[in-house]
């Protein structure tokens, strides 16, 4: 059972879906249902689905000089992020290695909201506020429902009016089924999807009546582990499961840099102002790895940790992996020799007493040109 220290009011609900309530994030998540994780795969990919990602963590930092304080915390120029729009960001130390991801949604001219998973920019952000003229919240009530897939926006839309014309990473203030919410064009699955931040309160009223309503459109409950399927596909990392904290380096401590994960993209141009910036610069072309797609012969999916080798010489270790109900093909993320970071290197993953032959593959295997999430209208 868990040791979580956090909560979800919609316990009782996962719970009645099969889920034994798993520890992430000092949250009891549903990492798993009763029902078949494959298919919560396909659900989201063709119809919809419902995800409770409450165990995100929510800070408020409010005042002003909460911009500047992020701005230098994280990896994006801010100053153009106006209010109604967000970001997706990192966050290095002072050795220019990732730390924490996170999105940053700015909510007025002196107040933003950052979601972040199990990194430390929290306690970075609280070392930040000292002394400044800005205030910090961790919120625990705001409940984070995710609804994702193609019909996600179909749905909304007879409850929230002009939702097909938000934007991809940009948010609303409004209400849904009588209840106030944040709705942002944000996810974590590759397809059109939207959060939808409410009151614990109104948590289970929404989660249900979401379920209910949308039924007839194929909108399905979807467990947390449905997302190592989906992100497998759509190159969307998860700290610390694809970095060094899982899978230790044997002469360097701990710690990626953004050139190695392929999240370099996340500085804003002309940036050179934020925590470990002179380092971040410093160690490009200066690669150990980098992450890198397989994809592997038949219908069996690698084991995490699994090591990929070409001959007798280990080239890399398979950090996640899965086996796509739609197309059948077994795909895997990987942190490999950088100079097995190119496709078409024929390569064999040892996943236990299996070797599974393969092909490097670039990334990300589903919709490269990220067109499905980023539609307009």
């Given at each position: 059972?868990?040791?979580?220290?956090?909560?979800?009011?919609?316990?009782?609900?996962?719970?009645?879906?099969?889920?034994?309530?798993?520890?992430?994030?000092?949250?009891?998540?549903?990492?798993?249902?009763?029902?078949?994780?494959?298919?919560?795969?396909?659900?989201?990919?063709?119809?919809?689905?419902?995800?409770?990602?409450?165990?995100?963590?929510?800070?408020?930092?409010?005042?002003?000089?909460?911009?500047?304080?992020?701005?230098?915390?994280?990896?994006?120029?801010?100053?153009?992020?106006?209010?109604?729009?967000?970001?997706?960001?990192?966050?290095?130390?002072?050795?220019?290695?990732?730390?924490?991801?996170?999105?940053?949604?700015?909510?007025?001219?002196?107040?933003?909201?950052?979601?972040?998973?199990?990194?430390?920019?929290?306690?970075?952000?609280?070392?930040?506020?000292?002394?400044?003229?800005?205030?910090?919240?961790?919120?625990?009530?705001?409940?984070?429902?995710?609804?994702?897939?193609?019909?996600?926006?179909?749905?909304?839309?007879?409850?929230?009016?002009?939702?097909?014309?938000?934007?991809?990473?940009?948010?609303?203030?409004?209400?849904?089924?009588?209840?106030?919410?944040?709705?942002?064009?944000?996810?974590?699955?590759?397809?059109?999807?939207?959060?939808?931040?409410?009151?614990?309160?109104?948590?289970?009223?929404?989660?249900?009546?979401i379920l209910e309503d949308g039924k007839s459109d194929g909108i399905v409950p979807v467990c947390f582990t449905a997302l190592d399927l989906l992100r497998v596909e759509s190159y969307l990392l998860f700290y610390p499961y694809d970095n060094s904290e899982m899978y230790p380096f044997e002469q360097d401590l701990a710690g990626d840099t953004l050139w190695e994960l392929g999240l370099n993209f996340t500085v804003s141009p002309g940036k050179t102002h934020f925590r470990g910036a002179p380092a971040h610069f410093a160690l490009k072309?200066?690669?150990?790895?980098?992450?890198?797609?397989?994809?592997?012969?038949?219908?069996?999916?690698?084991?995490?940790?699994?090591?990929?080798?070409?001959?007798?010489?280990?080239?890399?270790?398979?950090?996640?992996?899965?086996?796509?109900?739609?197309?059948?093909?077994?795909?895997?993320?990987?942190?490999?020799?950088?100079?097995?970071?190119?496709?078409?290197?024929?390569?064999?993953?040892?996943?236990?007493?299996?070797?599974?032959?393969?092909?490097?593959?670039?990334?990300?295997?589903?919709?490269?040109?990220?067109?499905?999430?980023?539609?307009?209208?």
């Amino acid at each position: 059972m868990t040791t979580s220290w956090r909560s979800s009011i919609l316990a009782d609900r996962h719970r009645a879906l099969g889920s034994g309530l798993e520890d992430w994030n000092g949250m009891a998540t549903a990492w798993s249902y009763s029902t078949d994780v494959r298919d919560h795969h396909v659900a989201v990919r063709t119809k919809a689905g419902l995800m409770d990602v409450s165990g995100l963590k929510k800070v408020h930092l409010v005042g002003p000089h909460s911009t500047a304080i992020l701005d230098y915390a994280t990896s994006r120029n801010l100053q153009k992020v106006t209010p109604g729009r967000s970001v997706y960001a990192t966050a290095l130390n002072d050795s220019g290695k990732f730390i924490d991801d996170c999105v940053l949604y700015r909510t007025g001219p002196n107040s933003w909201m950052v979601v972040h998973g199990a990194g430390s920019l929290h306690e970075m952000l609280s070392q930040a506020v000292v002394g400044r003229n800005a205030v910090m919240l961790f919120d625990d009530d705001l409940h984070d429902l995710s609804l994702q897939g193609p019909v996600a926006v179909d749905f909304l839309e007879r409850h929230v009016p002009n939702i097909r014309q938000l934007n991809y990473f940009h948010h609303m203030q409004t209400t849904l089924f009588g209840a106030p919410v944040m709705i942002s064009r944000t996810g974590y699955t590759g397809e059109r999807g939207y959060e939808i931040f409410c009151k614990g309160v109104d948590a289970p009223l929404i989660w249900d009546s979401i379920l209910e309503d949308g039924k007839s459109d194929g909108i399905v409950p979807v467990c947390f582990t449905a997302l190592d399927l989906l992100r497998v596909e759509s190159y969307l990392l998860f700290y610390p499961y694809d970095n060094s904290e899982m899978y230790p380096f044997e002469q360097d401590l701990a710690g990626d840099t953004l050139w190695e994960l392929g999240l370099n993209f996340t500085v804003s141009p002309g940036k050179t102002h934020f925590r470990g910036a002179p380092a971040h610069f410093a160690l490009k072309g200066k690669e150990r790895f980098r992450i890198f797609g397989l994809l592997l012969d038949g219908d069996v999916a690698a084991r995490e940790g699994a090591a990929v080798y070409d001959g007798e010489s280990k080239v890399g270790v398979v950090t996640c992996a899965m086996v796509s109900k739609l197309t059948g093909k077994s795909m895997a993320l990987a942190r490999m020799d950088v100079p097995y970071a190119t496709a078409g290197k024929r390569i064999v993953v040892r996943s236990g007493d299996v070797e599974l032959p393969g092909v490097t593959h670039t990334l990300p295997f589903d919709d490269p040109e990220k067109k499905k999430r980023t539609v307009k209208g």
